[in-house]
């Protein structure tokens, strides 16, 4: 893998060093988001097969990205490249399990309640798109390396939105608790620019399409959710299921028990 310089870069090592270091961070937002959720009795271990196999395949991802950085900040690229055909691989497992989820949610009328049921049928298959569209576009320029790991990184960003959604006050959020995450999900992104300029003076371009793409799946997601064609999806897919009876655009109650008279 060949590295392109761009512009007048600060050292090598301290480049491959910051993208190590999102990498643990991004990492350990999602196992606390999780655990927290774990500890508070939100989640369990009896969930369904699918579910599983779900949170299997998504943990191996960011398995797979912090170990990429690790080999790549130490030198050992063969291993990085080896691993890296495993996670070109690993994305279409991800794909059919995200999309199998969230219609498997949807139809059993579990959506969350602090979000509108068709917006999460959209938003989840298209921030799975977005983030498959990017990690292609990064391993297609695999040999231009700061293209490489930048679009990387941004396509992890985008998947830090259920660490997020676990740690935020999700409530409270409501009813922007989505458009809240993926801000949030921006800050990594953001930063990389930040720390672009600092070292070089400029902003790699890779950081403008990333953050282009992030910005286009909350367009195209606010587009379907709120447009005739959204309506026609949700509809088909919640037919005869109990989450035809939930309303596309309401929000369901908030857990608990029942107010007094």
Same mark, same amino acid.
């Given at each position: 893998?060949?590295?392109?310089?761009?512009?007048?870069?600060?050292?090598?090592?301290?480049?491959?060093?910051?993208?190590?270091?999102?990498?643990?961070?991004?990492? !350990?937002?999602?196992?606390?988001?999780?655990?927290? &959720?774990?500890?508070?009795?939100?989640? @369990?271990?009896?969930? /369904?097969?699918?579910?599983?196999?779900? #949170?299997?395949?998504?943990?191996?991802?960011?398995?797979?990205?912090?170990? &990429?950085?690790?080999?790549?900040? @130490?030198?050992?690229?063969?291993?990085?490249?080896?691993?890296?055909?495993? #996670?070109?691989?690993?994305? %279409?497992?991800?794909?059919?399990?995200?999309?199998?989820?969230?219609?498997?949610?949807?139809?059993?009328?579990?959506?969350?309640?602090?979000?509108? /049921?068709? &917006?999460?049928?959209?938003?989840?298959?298209?921030?799975? =798109?977005?983030?498959?569209?990017?990690?292609? #576009?990064? %391993?297609?320029?695999?040999? &231009?390396?700061?293209?490489?790991?930048?679009?990387?990184?941004?396509?992890?960003?985008?998947?830090?939105? *259920?660490?997020?959604?676990? =740690?935020?006050?999700?409530?409270?959020?409501?009813?922007?608790?989505?458009?809240?995450?993926?801000?949030?999900?921006?800050?990594?992104? !953001?930063?990389?620019?930040?720390?672009?300029?600092?070292?070089?003076?400029?902003?790699?371009?890779?950081?403008?399409?990333?953050? #282009?793409?992030?910005?286009?799946?909350?367009?195209?997601?606010?587009? %379907?959710?709120?447009?005739?064609?959204?309506?026609?999806?949700?509809?088909?897919?919640?037919?005869? @299921? /109990?989450?035809?009876?939930?309303?596309?655009?309401?929000?369901? *109650?908030?857990?608990?028990? *029942? /107010?007094?008279?």
């Amino acid at each position: 893998m060949a590295t392109v310089a761009y512009g007048s870069p600060a050292p090598a090592g301290r480049d491959e060093g910051f993208f190590l270091r999102g990498a643990g961070v991004m990492a !350990l937002l999602i196992v606390a988001g999780f655990s927290v &959720q774990l500890a508070m009795g939100r989640s @369990t271990f009896s969930s /369904p097969p699918l579910v599983h196999a779900h #949170a299997i395949v998504f943990m191996g991802w960011v398995t797979i990205y912090l170990l &990429q950085n690790v080999f790549a900040a @130490t030198g050992r690229m063969t291993l990085h490249r080896r691993l890296g055909w495993v #996670a070109a691989a690993w994305i %279409i497992p991800m794909l059919v399990l995200g999309f199998a989820v969230t219609i498997a949610i949807v139809r059993r009328g579990g959506v969350p309640f602090f979000f509108r /049921p068709l &917006q999460f049928l959209v938003f989840d298959p298209v921030t799975l =798109l977005t983030f498959a569209g990017l990690t292609t #576009a990064a %391993i297609l320029m695999r040999r &231009q390396t700061d293209w490489h790991r930048r679009l990387h990184f941004c396509a992890m960003s985008i998947l830090l939105g *259920p660490g997020f959604g676990r =740690l935020l006050p999700m409530p409270l959020l409501a009813p922007w608790a989505w458009e809240a995450i993926l801000a949030v999900c921006l800050i990594f992104p !953001l930063v990389g620019m930040w720390a672009d300029k600092r070292r070089s003076g400029r902003v790699h371009p890779a950081w403008l399409w990333g953050v #282009a793409a992030m910005i286009g799946c909350l367009l195209v997601t606010e587009a %379907i959710t709120y447009s005739p064609v959204g309506e026609t999806i949700y509809r088909s897919v919640v037919a005869g @299921t /109990p989450g035809e009876a939930v309303a596309p655009l309401a929000f369901a *109650p908030p857990p608990g028990p *029942p /107010p007094a008279p």
